[in-house]
């Protein structure tokens, strides 16, 4: 299975702020996807991160305040932009097609995020 | 559109004891994958197993098992004899086939395991 990385590990932003998350995967891997967890909720897709090209992104979630980039197979980065104590969640990195595997998705150990 | 079902907020069992979470779904795809994770209280999301919608063998790995029944939409997952350190939170998720690569979750099922 692919293994994924993801920094920072947590977080305390100010609201206003903005932070970038990164994604990084030991082997090349077909898709990337951003998750979003609100306290105690369940997961939610935030985007695909296409690589080379603009993510796609889920209704309520906008390429304003979720920026994602992807510039190539191993890497993307999910940026939460002009933070609101709302966006405070885990952020989840995951990933499908990795070595050896074409339909497993993975999961990120997360960000968490906390904004004050 | 798609939707999982984790009817099971929490469960509080003692450990040995066998658990079963019940996890049911709604598609309109003929192609699908089914996937169980569990959320540990550090956070990340362990990838436990995939089901295929053509494939309804139940699975069994060690003292986990997953039980698929297309006729009634539903993919249960079992522990038996329980640990401790089976405590989590538990989620089921769908996805459908074709290049939508999308995860659609439950809600998740806090399992405690009390010693």
């Known amino acids: 299975s692919a293994v994924i990385s993801q920094k920072p590990s947590r977080d305390i932003c100010q609201r206003g702020t903005s932070l970038t998350i990164q994604c990084q995967v030991d082997?090349?891997?077909?898709?990337m996807f951003w998750y979003r967890q609100q306290p105690g909720q369940s997961l939610t897709l935030i985007a695909t991160?296409?690589?080379?090209?603009?993510?796609?992104?889920e209704s309520g979630f906008v390429i304003d305040k979720f920026p994602i980039s992807r510039p190539n197979l191993t890497f993307s980065t999910l940026t939460v932009s002009n933070m609101s104590p709302e966006d405070s969640s885990i952020y989840l990195c995951?990933?499908?097609?990795?070595?050896?595997?074409?339909?497993?998705?993975?999961f990120g150990p997360g960000t968490r995020l906390t904004v004050t | 559109a798609q939707k999982v079902t984790q009817a099971q907020t929490e469960i509080s069992v003692v450990e040995k004891e066998d658990v079963t979470l019940d996890c049911v779904y709604e598609?309109?795809?003929?192609?699908?994958?089914l996937f169980w994770y569990k959320q540990p209280p550090s956070g990340e999301l362990v990838f436990l197993i995939r089901?295929?919608?053509?494939?309804?063998q139940n699975e069994i790995s060690g003292r986990y098992s997953w039980n698929f029944q297309k006729s009634t939409s539903s993919f249960n997952f079992t522990i038996t004899a329980s640990q401790v350190v089976d405590s989590a939170v538990y989620f089921c998720?769908?996805?459908?086939?074709?290049?939508?690569?999308?995860?659609?979750f439950g809600k998740g099922t806090l399992l405690t395991v009390n010693p």
């Open positions: 995951s990933v499908v097609g990795g070595q050896g595997s074409s339909y497993e998705q993975y």
């Open positions: 082997s090349q891997v077909t898709m």
């Open positions: 991160a296409n690589q080379g090209s603009e993510a796609t992104y």
């Open positions: 598609t309109r795809d003929t192609t699908y994958y």
């Open positions: 089901r295929n919608s053509f494939d309804e």
């Open positions: 998720a769908l996805r459908g086939g074709g290049s939508n690569y999308k995860l659609t």
